[in-house]
């Protein structure tokens, strides 16, 4: 403890003249003479912000949060401003979640504020859109995910993913059932070697869906009757080309799952060969790009440092065939 602490600026808030503050942990709200504030901080120092309550909202120009959270729709959005109380405020505090409340009244999360005749107003937290990333940075991932598995729109999930890696949590928003491929993808290379083997996964299914999408020139009948649970094996019927678009991730699966192998897992290898047969796979493409010179450097780079001379002569083999295939 310092009874002279030193501090440094992190961010900011849309705000000017502030005319009361009250936090807890990660968490900032502020007022002014006409509006309400929260900001949340998030490990990399980035500040959310949202705005509560404004003076005198008309029902049909209620505007936009300034700055929005993240890919907010204009109509979700719009429900989260509230009318502030008119004349100076001063804020107590929110009240606390808890845990097993499934109550939205404003008991169950409020911001308390105080006007010049002592009279107490609730300023509600209990839109989802607030509430989840709230309860998300008070370390509550349970009440977190819950709110936003059952009352956030799925198109939604998406934001609220990146907001929980924000927080150097990413795991938990494999759990949301609105997650697209895509962010489940960067989700689980972000959630460290546990989920590579899901990472895998997702590729093949964003490479196989990616065929279907474009199928000029693949073989559906062998793309149709893939489906197998051993990892090593290549989907069939996905183009190179396709596999290429997805090198980078292979890339650091093959990374990930090499880190497990050094720690004895029993489907480390499995999940190591198998990022590396579509790394293979992707260098056979006959469309030579910066990207595609990107990972594949990555990948004999990642290859020398562990040591994997046939895997190194194997995935030359592929990149030189192509190459021939080209000229």
Same mark, same amino acid.
């Given at each position: 403890?310092?009874?002279?602490?030193?501090?440094?600026?992190?961010?900011?808030?849309?705000?000017?003249?502030?005319?009361?503050?009250? !936090?807890?942990?990660?968490?900032?709200?502020?007022?002014?003479?006409?509006?309400?504030?929260?900001? *949340?901080?998030?490990?990399?120092?980035?500040?959310?912000?949202?705005?509560?309550?404004?003076?005198?909202?008309?029902?049909?120009?209620?505007?936009?949060?300034?700055?929005?959270?993240?890919?907010?729709?204009?109509?979700?959005?719009?429900?989260?401003?509230?009318?502030?109380?008119?004349?100076?405020?001063?804020?107590?505090?929110?009240?606390?979640?808890?845990?097993?409340?499934?109550? @939205?009244?404003?008991?169950?999360?409020?911001?308390?504020?105080?006007? =010049?005749?002592?009279?107490?107003?609730? *300023? =509600?937290?209990?839109?989802?859109?607030?509430?989840?990333?709230?309860?998300? $940075?008070?370390?509550?991932?349970?009440?977190?995910?819950?709110?936003?598995?059952?009352?956030?729109?799925?198109?939604?999930?998406? =934001?609220?993913?990146?907001?929980?890696? =924000?927080?150097?949590?990413?795991?938990?928003?494999?759990?949301?059932?609105?997650?697209?491929?895509?962010?489940?993808?960067?989700?689980?290379?972000?959630?460290?070697?546990?989920?590579?083997?899901? $990472?895998?996964?997702?590729?093949?299914?964003?490479?196989?869906?990616?065929?279907?999408?474009?199928?000029?020139?693949?073989?559906?009948? $062998?793309?149709?009757?893939?489906?197998?649970?051993?990892?090593?094996?290549?989907?069939?019927?996905?183009?190179?080309?396709?596999?290429?678009?997805?090198?980078?991730?292979?890339?650091?699966?093959?990374?990930?799952?090499?880190?497990?192998?050094?720690?004895?897992?029993? @489907?480390?290898?499995?999940?190591?060969?198998?990022?590396?047969?579509?790394?293979?796979?992707?260098?056979? @493409?006959?469309?030579?790009?910066?990207?595609?010179?990107? !990972?594949?450097?990555?990948?004999?780079?990642?290859?020398?440092?562990?040591?994997?001379?046939?895997?190194?002569?194997?995935?030359?083999?592929? *990149?030189?065939?192509?190459?021939?295939?080209?000229?």
């Amino acid at each position: 403890f310092s009874t002279r602490p030193s501090f440094k600026s992190i961010g900011q808030l849309p705000i000017l003249e502030s005319t009361s503050l009250t !936090w807890r942990p990660r968490q900032i709200f502020a007022c002014s003479a006409s509006e309400v504030y929260l900001g *949340i901080v998030a490990e990399n120092e980035l500040v959310y912000s949202v705005k509560l309550a404004a003076l005198d909202l008309h029902p049909a120009l209620v505007p936009m949060p300034a700055p929005p959270l993240p890919h907010n729709s204009s109509s979700f959005s719009n429900q989260l401003l509230q009318n502030r109380p008119p004349g100076p405020l001063s804020l107590l505090g929110p009240s606390m979640f808890s845990p097993t409340s499934t109550s @939205t009244s404003a008991a169950a999360g409020t911001l308390w504020a105080l006007d =010049s005749h002592m009279n107490a107003h609730p *300023i =509600s937290l209990s839109h989802p859109t607030i509430w989840c990333r709230v309860s998300a $940075a008070l370390g509550d991932f349970e009440t977190s995910l819950k709110c936003a598995s059952t009352k956030l729109p799925y198109i939604h999930h998406d =934001s609220f993913a990146e907001f929980l890696t =924000s927080l150097n949590a990413p795991a938990p928003a494999l759990w949301l059932p609105g997650l697209s491929s895509e962010m489940m993808l960067a989700t689980c290379l972000r959630s460290g070697r546990e989920f590579a083997h899901q $990472a895998l996964q997702t590729v093949d299914a964003l490479a196989i869906s990616a065929t279907l999408a474009d199928p000029d020139g693949c073989d559906l009948a $062998a793309l149709s009757a893939l489906r197998s649970d051993d990892v090593v094996e290549v989907p069939s019927g996905v183009p190179a080309a396709v596999w290429a678009r997805f090198g980078d991730q292979l890339v650091r699966i093959y990374e990930t799952a090499m880190e497990r192998s050094a720690e004895t897992e029993p @489907t480390s290898d499995r999940i190591a060969k198998g990022a590396l047969s579509r790394m293979q796979a992707a260098a056979k @493409t006959k469309y030579t790009t910066p990207e595609n010179d990107s !990972w594949e450097r990555s990948a004999l780079l990642k290859l020398g440092a562990v040591g994997d001379s046939q895997a190194i002569r194997d995935m030359c083999l592929s *990149i030189a065939t192509s190459s021939q295939q080209t000229t």
